[in-house]
């Protein structure tokens, strides 16, 4: 059975610092999703990534995935309030398969 | 132009009662889910229908019965509610694609946030 986890669940940082939030995965896999979710929001596709070494970036965020490590990161440069969120990793449970099981998600709040 | 939409947005009910939780994608996926998130965000999946078909129903009460009357829809009925139903529904649609590897994002609905009484 697929497990994911992610840490740290909780993420207290000051505006202007830089932090990385991890998820690791315990089965094979070739890809990973990063979603977003506002307190009392839905939640939201932030990063795809589709292959070993893949990286994307957007804005103050940048996803990582090294699949022979099992471990996805999510880089924050720079923080500002505006990231403040819940974010969710998600793995699938196989190729092709219609299910993807999430993590626990992280927690951030950006204080001033 | 809502992709995932639920309805209702908010439901209120007291104990033992029968509630639905509406859910419609424009999307043109073939694959539909309910998850629940309880009040430490931790999110669950449900069920899961693809083209009308359940696919995967996890460990839940049988209380719980999703329905699919199209691809396009996949409602939720729950029986006899309980205190520990309450939660926030999420309704979820994908379509896996195959380009080199596949690819089944998710796209959420706006959930739905059940308190029973």
């Known amino acids: 059975e697929l497990k994911v986890e992610q840490n740290p669940l909780f993420l207290s940082m000051q505006e202007g610092k830089n932090y990385t939030i991890y998820c690791n995965y315990s089965?094979?896999?070739?890809?990973l999703y990063w979603y977003r979710q506002d307190p009392g929001k839905s939640l939201e596709s932030l990063f795809v990534?589709?292959?070993?070494?893949a990286v994307k970036q957007e804005g103050r965020l940048m996803a990582s995935l090294d699949t022979k490590a099992r471990l996805s990161t999510l880089h924050i440069t720079a923080a500002v309030h505006d990231l403040s969120a819940t974010y969710f990793c998600a793995a699938p449970s196989g190729a092709g398969s219609y299910q993807l099981t999430f993590g626990k998600g992280t927690k951030l709040s950006v204080i001033p | 132009d809502t992709a995932v939409s639920q309805t209702p947005k908010y439901l209120v009910t007291q104990m033992g009662n029968d509630k639905s939780i509406k859910c419609e994608q424009n999307?043109?996926?073939?694959?539909m889910y309910w998850y629940k998130q309880d009040s430490k965000k931790f999110l669950k999946i449900m069920f899961s229908?693809?083209?009308?078909?359940?696919?995967i129903n996890e460990t839940v009460p049988n209380r719980f019965s999703p329905k699919s009357p199209d691809k396009a829809h996949l409602n939720l009925h729950i029986n006899s509610l309980e205190l520990g139903d309450s939660a926030v529904y999420f309704c979820?649609?994908?379509?896996?694609?195959?380009?080199?590897?596949?690819?089944?994002?998710?796209?959420f609905g706006p959930g739905t946030r059940l308190l029973v009484l």
């Open positions: 979820a649609s994908s379509q896996v694609v195959f380009l080199a590897v596949y690819q089944e994002t998710q796209y």
């Open positions: 990534l589709l292959s070993n070494g």
């Open positions: 089965t094979t896999s070739d890809r």
């Open positions: 999307l043109g996926h073939d694959t």
């Open positions: 229908y693809n083209n009308k078909e359940l696919i």
